[in-house]
């Protein structure tokens, strides 16, 4: 039973566009949720994360927007660059699991940004 | 600041070996976790180190263990290997907050 899903394997943008990358969740004790990203022989590199008592937040170029109603969040990074082609991970934390590190990630999503 | 250092980076063994990773959090954190990535299933939790105790085991047969120091390092032990546990195996350092920074992994590969 998946608890996290990224239902998009891939997703292709142009340079300077916008890139919206999705993620569900099914899990209601879900409290805390963070995006990473990762590049092939590498671990994941945490981005941003946010809390379910807020719905957006803001670093730089990339944002996270929580739909708690529709168990749904999702990372927009404007202005997309070449760089940041990766597969973007979405991780949830489960405050009732007894252990406050341990995430629950999604499947991921390739992102390539083409020059 | 040092990032969470894993070793070795690669390793080959024979189906029915044992082998043991190590890990060395970001100075200052206490929590270590572990993670096992595979194609088929993702990133999964194998379980949580936090002042030299389990916190929290993920849904591994008991095949899979590991230990904490009191320097905060870590190592997973995994015995009687077999061709599936071939993955790359993450480990994460964390403080408080449910951030938790990751090493390059162990890409374990079983034969």
């Known amino acids: 039973d998946q608890q996290v899903k990224q239902n998009s394997p891939s997703l292709s943008v142009q340079e300077g566009r916008i890139s919206i990358l999705n993620c569900d969740y099914t899990?209601?004790?879900?409290?805390?949720f963070l995006w990473y990203k990762k590049y092939p022989a590498e671990g994941p590199t945490f981005l941003i994360s946010i809390s379910s008592i807020k719905d957006k937040n803001e670093d730089g170029r990339f944002t996270v927007f929580l739909n708690k109603s529709a168990k749904h969040l999702s990372l927009h990074i404007v202005p997309s660059q070449p760089g940041d082609s990766a597969v973007y991970f979405c991780a949830a934390r489960d405050i009732s699991s007894g252990s406050a590190r341990q995430l629950t990630f999604g499947s991921g999503t390739q992102l390539t940004v083409l020059p | 600041k040092a990032g969470v250092t894993q070793t070795p980076r690669y390793l080959i063994k024979t189906r029915g070996q044992q082998v043991t990773l190590s890990c060395s959090p970001i100075?200052?954190?206490?929590?270590v976790s572990w993670y096992q990535q595979t194609p088929g299933q993702g990133l999964q939790f194998l379980f949580e180190?936090?002042?030299?105790?389990?916190?929290n085991k993920g849904n591994f047969p008991g095949r899979f263990s590991g230990r904490q120091f009191s320097n905060s390092r870590s190592e997973m032990n995994v015995s009687t290997l077999e061709l599936g546990d071939s993955a790359l195996y993450l480990c994460?350092?964390?403080?408080?907050?449910?951030?938790?920074?990751f090493g390059q992994g162990t890409r374990l590969t079983v034969v």
């Open positions: 994460a350092s964390s403080l408080e907050g449910a951030e938790a920074f």
């Open positions: 899990n209601s004790m879900f409290d805390y």
């Open positions: 180190y936090f002042s030299e105790t389990q916190r």
């Open positions: 100075s200052g954190h206490r929590s």
